[in-house]
């Protein structure tokens, strides 16, 4: 399989802070990848690098083979970015909010309306179309994000914590439609604090320390690392950072979500 993404010695500073230090990876299309690390260890920054939202220090990422610093605009028109902030706008409905995005997107008026409707029903919304996005769940919340991000088609989808303030119910529901957009060819990128879900559901994992990669591979190449097949990547992620993930704090509503993925963006 060709690479859909290519890093290369990807830096980032703030003034005299390093948040991302010269990391390098690639990802194969349809793949799932997996950024895990501490709050601080440089994922969000990674991910706004390559989603073009954040210009690197130095070294270079190209996706579709297009540079995300030179040929930005192209960039834009191949990837889906789903952030930790809401991106969902409560005072609209789930269609509206769709109706927003596939015109940012370009997406020709006589296509719009089966996209739509496509989307809703892919990511199991179409009963709660026309329902104030306010009312809905934050499972719900996160799948019409995810809906509003793949309207386009895009090459590779970015999701910078999924399933952040949700409960299990709803995260294992925000998963299995992430596992059928990949199935279906969709390459991503995500973001989590959840060692299970990246054990489950990624074909490769990166583990960051302070801006570093500490370490890389498929979950079963990495339990091979720490010299134990049978370790959990809790396990393994414990050796290379050296303490365990906390648990995000669970929040239903649309009020407990926005809150919650603001605590989130702030801490990571």
């Not at 989307?119 to 019409?144: E, N, P, T």
């Not at 290379?240 to 649309?254: C, R, T």
Request: glycine share 8%; proline share 4%.
């Amino acid at each position: 399989m060709s690479n859909i993404l290519e890093v290369k010695n990807l830096t980032k500073k703030f003034k005299d802070f390093t948040a991302v230090n010269s990391i390098s990876f690639s990802i194969k299309k349809g793949e799932i990848f997996g950024l895990v690390g501490p709050n601080g260890a440089g994922k969000t920054t990674t991910i706004k690098i390559l989603s073009t939202l954040l210009p690197p220090t130095s070294g270079e990422a190209s996706i579709g083979g297009f540079n995300v610093s030179k040929d930005a605009p192209k960039v834009r028109r191949l990837i889906g970015y789903v952030p930790q902030l809401l991106s969902a706008d409560g005072s609209l409905t789930g269609y509206e909010n769709l109706l927003v995005f596939a015109k940012l997107y370009d997406i020709p008026a006589s296509e719009r309306e089966k996209r739509i409707k496509d989307s809703l029903h892919f990511m199991g919304l179409s009963d709660s179309a026309d329902k104030m996005v306010r009312q809905y769940s934050g499972g719900m919340i996160r799948r019409l994000e995810i809906a509003q991000a793949v309207l386009h088609h895009p090459l590779i989808l970015f999701l910078d914590e999924p399933t952040v303030g949700l409960d299990p119910l709803a995260r294992e529901g925000v998963w299995d439609y992430v596992k059928q957009l990949s199935d279906s060819g969709t390459t991503i990128l995500l973001t989590t604090h959840y060692m299970e879900e990246a054990d489950a559901m990624c074909n490769n994992v990166a583990i960051l320390n302070r801006g570093n990669i500490a370490a890389i591979g498929s979950p079963a190449e990495l339990k091979k690392t720490i010299g134990n097949e049978s370790a959990s990547l809790n396990e393994v992620y414990e050796f290379y950072v050296g303490n365990s993930i906390d648990s995000e704090k669970i929040g239903g509503n649309f009020k407990d979500v926005s809150r919650t993925r603001r605590t989130a963006h702030r801490l990571g």
